[in-house]
């Protein structure tokens, strides 16, 4: 939401904040009732971003305090790769900033794989590696590299595949 609490200082102290190394200025002493500062999402990217506050005292004595943390709110993208066996599909999953994904599996309703020559595959079991970011699709039937055009992914009510940050694909 982007609302900082600033706690901890005496009162006199002066404090700014940075985001990303642009400066920006509580314009308030603290100490006696500024204590917050709301940081509109635009200041921030997606990926990595460094929050900095800094504090000088009465006597003009500074500190800094900094923290990192990833923002990640787009959706991760899925490449289908060739079977790994005779009924089984490998999804790589695709997520820009590197969250991975969630432990979670979907069920197998989920997924519907087509191939070229007009056949629809059901799918078996699922199993997600959040590790190495791979969906294995285990298929009812078998269906070679050759044939396999698409994969649908319905999003279930439960269960759906996401990255660590919640972003659903």
Same mark, same amino acid.
């Given at each position: 939401?982007?609302?900082?609490?600033?706690?901890?200082?005496? =009162?006199?102290?002066?404090? /700014?904040?940075?985001?990303?190394?642009?400066?920006?200025? @509580? =314009?308030?002493?603290?100490?006696?009732?500024?204590?917050?500062?709301?940081?509109?999402?635009?200041?921030?990217?997606?990926?990595?971003?460094?929050?900095?506050?800094?504090?000088?005292?009465?006597?003009?004595?500074?500190?800094?305090?900094?923290?990192?943390?990833?923002?990640?709110?787009?959706?991760?993208?899925?490449?289908?790769?060739?079977?790994?066996?005779?009924? /089984?599909? /490998?999804?790589?999953?695709?997520? @820009?900033? =590197?969250? =991975?994904?969630?432990?979670?599996?979907?069920?197998?309703?989920?997924?519907?794989?087509?191939?070229?020559?007009?056949?629809?595959?059901?799918?078996?079991?699922?199993?997600?590696?959040?590790?190495?970011?791979?969906?294995?699709?285990?298929?009812?039937?078998?269906?070679?590299?050759?044939?396999?055009?698409?994969?649908?992914?319905? /999003?279930?009510?439960?269960?759906?595949?996401?990255?660590?940050?919640?972003?659903?694909?």
């Amino acid at each position: 939401n982007g609302l900082v609490n600033i706690t901890g200082l005496e =009162g006199g102290d002066k404090w /700014q904040y940075s985001i990303n190394g642009s400066t920006y200025n @509580a =314009g308030a002493t603290l100490g006696s009732t500024v204590t917050t500062a709301t940081m509109a999402a635009s200041l921030f990217s997606q990926g990595s971003n460094t929050i900095s506050i800094l504090e000088t005292d009465v006597a003009g004595n500074t500190v800094t305090n900094s923290f990192t943390y990833t923002l990640d709110t787009v959706a991760p993208s899925v490449v289908v790769t060739k079977p790994i066996s005779h009924n /089984q599909l /490998q999804l790589y999953v695709d997520d @820009a900033y =590197g969250s =991975g994904l969630a432990s979670i599996n979907p069920p197998p309703s989920a997924y519907t794989v087509h191939t070229s020559d007009g056949l629809t595959v059901n799918v078996t079991s699922v199993s997600v590696s959040s590790s190495s970011s791979i969906i294995t699709l285990t298929l009812a039937s078998y269906a070679s590299s050759l044939t396999v055009t698409s994969v649908d992914y319905t /999003q279930p009510t439960a269960n759906a595949v996401a990255d660590i940050a919640g972003n659903l694909m």
